[in-house]
């Protein structure tokens, strides 16, 4: 054993955990005992379903055969996550618990497509939730815009951009301009797409980065619906200081950690209204003297950004136990 040293996590495949060193190198690391005993002792009370994740910065040392051993987890800016689906586990009290994604990002990049599959709006309000409760600097990409016959890009392209958001829209097959304010976006920062399988998260990064040679969906493989071509949260550098993340395609995601009370904060065109209501405890669902539902009569909030809302509250309370 040698001298203790810093890396990152680069991806994880199964009990194995691929560290970028500070020399530029991959090496295979598993983790301390000591790690694995301590969540087992801690299992009850612990709600996470993971120790360490993709982007964690890891202190490691060095076995006789070149593979590594994690000694220490550093201290994360934040992490992305989603509640575990139910297959996944259950705390004994029957919660479902926290499976993080990814740790130490800048920018979160929700990636959607205008068809193949159809462009979703209340999925988006999800990660919206799941990135400013994150902490990590929310975007929106609508892809396959060659696929757009109604402008349904340009509709919401508008309304995200009147919240404030960076909105993208693109296609692999014009290849315009839009793809280098991306990449002026991604410069010196950690990015990590998220979204539904299949809607070209490999592709764009491809034509951003052509070195890193993501596979990508074959257009005959339509047939094989659901399925998934990236399996593993994947972390690359790409240059200097600007690192990627791909991710496995998504079905639907529950933001983790939201309660009815503090959702209100996650949805950013409402926080001017929230502290108007009558009562302080108002959820925003059907108080009299709400603020929030009157700005959306007045056209001040978006009634779909609303009803994205509301869908979500009612989730929080279906999945508190099952
Ligand atoms: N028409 C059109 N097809 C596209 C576009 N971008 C990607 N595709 C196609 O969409 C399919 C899926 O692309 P992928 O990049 O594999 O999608 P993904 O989001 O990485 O999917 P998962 O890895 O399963 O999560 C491929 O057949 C691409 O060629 C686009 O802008 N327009
Ligand atoms: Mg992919
Ligand atoms: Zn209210």
Redesign the pocket.
């Known amino acids: 054993m040698e001298k203790i040293i810093k890396g990152r996590i680069l991806r994880i495949e199964s009990k194995d955990y691929y560290v970028l060193t500070e020399k530029e190198n991959v090496i295979r690391c598993s983790l301390r005992g000591k790690f694995q005993k301590e969540f087992e002792l801690k299992k009850d009370k612990l709600y996470t379903l993971d120790i360490a994740a993709v982007g964690d910065f890891v202190q490691y040392k060095i076995n006789d055969d070149g593979t590594g051993v994690i000694e220490k987890i550093l201290k994360r800016k934040n992490h992305i996550s989603r509640k575990a689906p139910k297959i996944k586990g259950a705390s004994y009290r029957g919660e479902r618990l926290e499976q993080i994604v990814s740790a130490n990002v800048d920018n979160f990049f929700i ?1 959607t ?1 205008i ?2 599959p159809q462009f979703n709006n209340r999925s988006v309000d999800r990660l919206f939730v799941i990135a400013e409760s994150s902490n990590v600097k929310p975007y929106l990409i609508i ?5 757009d016959k109604n402008d349904i890009s340009k509709k919401y392209a508008e309304m995200y951009r009147s919240i404030g958001y960076g909105v993208f829209l ?5 290849k315009d301009s839009s793809f280098d304010k991306l990449l002026s976006v991604m410069e010196s920062k950690v990015n990590m ?1 998220w ?12 034509i951003l980065f052509p070195s890193l040679n ?6 005959s ?2 047939s094989g619906k659901g ?5 593993t949260v994947r972390m690359e550098k790409v240059e200097k200081d600007t690192f990627i993340i ?5 079905r639907e995601v529950d933001p983790y950690g939201i309660t009815k009370e503090n959702l209100s904060h996650y949805f950013i065109e409402f926080l001017p209204f929230v502290n108007e209501c009558k009562f302080n405890t108002c959820t925003h669902h059907h108080e009299p003297g709400c603020a929030v539902i009157k700005a959306v009569k007045n056209n001040k909030i978006d009634a779909e950004r609303y009803q994205s809302y509301l869908n979500i509250l009612d989730s929080i309370e279906d999945d508190l136990y099952f």
């Open positions: 990636v497509s068809k193949k892809n396959k815009i060659d696929l693109t296609s692999i097959i014009y797409f979204g539904h399988s299949g809607v070209g998260k490999s592709s764009i990064y491809n993501f596979k990508v969906k074959e257009i493989d339509y399925k998934h071509t990236t399996v791909d991710t496995p395609g998504i």
